[in-house]
T-cell receptor
Framework: DQQVKQNSPSLSVQEGRISILNCDYT??????FLWYKKYPAEGPTFLIS?????DKNEDGRFTVFLNKSAKHLSLHIVPSQPGDSAVYFC?????????????FGQGTRLTINP | DAGVIQSPRHEVTEMGQEVTLRCKPI?????LFWYRQTMMRGLELLIY????????DSGMPEDRFSAKMPNASFSTLKIQPSEPRDSAVYFC??????????FGSGTRLTVV
């Protein structure tokens, strides 16, 4: 039962263009959505998040959009840079017994071509 | 702040052997999580603790897996006996409510 799904295992984008990574979820109890970035041989690191009461959050080159009715969120990176090449994980948060539990998707490997 | 510290970084073991993965969370964080990364399922939550108490272990794949958190600064994930299908990267993360997770660098486990 995969509550958070990233249906594209990989994405290749030209440097300078826009990268769009997509994520779908099934659980309406999620209250926050996050994107993590992972380089090889390192742990995932936090990139950007959005509250379930918002539909857009922007931080520099990174923007996350949330469509609650469709249970869909996306991460836009513009312009894309070679250093953005990494695996991106979508995550959704639910609070249980005083702890925040993050449910992750399968990840999308983004490659930025020079 | 040294971050979340996991050991060992790499572990190669023979099928049937016991494997113990270790994690030291960030001081002051009251939640600790064990994840396993696989190609099929991405980052899969195995178990998490809040204030050293296991909250949800429904992600632990089998009875061969067990986790403990004897105090706020240390946790272990044990696999006994190990099998080749347990080969994966295992991550530990810690957090406190209102703040994001901080992940360790992971332990790459290979069971041959």
């Amino acid at each position: 039962d995969q509550q958070v799904k990233q249906n594209s295992p990989s994405l290749s984008v030209q440097e300078g263009r826009i990268s769009i990574l997509n994520c779908d979820y099934t659980n309406s109890m999620f209250d926050y959505f996050l994107w993590y970035k992972k380089y090889p041989a390192e742990g995932p690191t936090f990139l950007i998040s959005i509250s379930s009461i918002k539909d857009k959050n922007e931080d520099g080159r990174f923007t996350v959009f949330l469509n609650k009715s469709a249970k869909h969120l996306s991460l836009h990176i513009v312009p894309s840079q070679p250093g953005d090449s990494a695996v991106y994980f979508c995550a959704a948060r639910v609070l249980i017994q005083g702890a925040q539990k993050l449910v992750f998707g399968q990840g999308t490997r983004l490659t930025i071509n020079p | 702040d040294a971050g979340v510290i996991q050991s060992p970084r790499h572990e190669v073991t023979e099928m049937g052997q016991e494997v113990t993965l270790r994690c030291k969370p960030i001081s002051g964080h009251n939640s600790l999580f064990w994840y396993r990364q696989t190609m099929m399922r991405g980052l899969e939550l195995l178990i998490y603790f809040n204030n050293n108490v296991p909250i949800d272990d429904s992600g632990m794949p089998e009875d061969r897996f067990s986790a403990k958190m004897p105090n706020a600064s240390f946790s272990t994930l044990k696999i006994q006996p190990s099998e080749p299908r347990d080969s994966a990267v295992y991550f530990c993360a810690s957090s406190r409510v209102g703040y994001g997770y901080t992940f360790g660098s992971g332990t790459r486990l290979t069971v041959v």
